[in-house]
Nanobody
């Protein structure tokens, strides 16, 4: 299993960015892919997750209504469209995978707990939102 996140950059508050997570070495049907972020001095936290076998999507309250996750099974890629960005969204963003059958249990926990259940972390991509 390999994951590679990309698409980060510097953007002004209120702007948009689209992150991509390119995946290889596993079947999208068996796994869910999540996006996470880690700001300096803070713990890694869950942002969003998609289970492509049934198109279920999940969001942390902090990004609900501003971020949209989607999966392109043909390209083995998951996207995170981020809009109305705020300075507090500044962080390194990562993607990782978890078994599809346990995603609902994971999403019932707080976003700070999501990382415990995910693995095969890719290299992150820096997102910086200026005020």
């Amino acid at each position: 299993v390999q994951l590679q996140a990309s698409g980060g950059g510097l953007v002004q508050a209120g702007g948009s960015l689209r992150l991509s997570c390119a995946a290889s070495g596993f079947s999208f049907d068996d796994y869910a892919i999540g996006w996470f972020r880690q700001a300096p001095g803070k713990e890694r936290e869950g942002v969003s997750c998609v289970r492509s076998n049934d198109d279920s999507t999940y969001y942390a309250d902090s990004v609900k209504g501003r971020f949209t996750i989607s999966a392109d099974n043909a390209k083995n890629t998951v996207y995170l469209q981020m809009s109305s960005l705020k300075p507090e969204d500044t962080a390194v963003y990562y993607c990782a995978v978890a078994r599809s059958e346990i995603v609902e249990l994971i999403m019932a926990t707080t976003p700070n707990a999501w990382p415990t259940w995910f693995g095969s972390w890719g290299q992150g991509t820096q997102v910086t939102v200026s005020s």
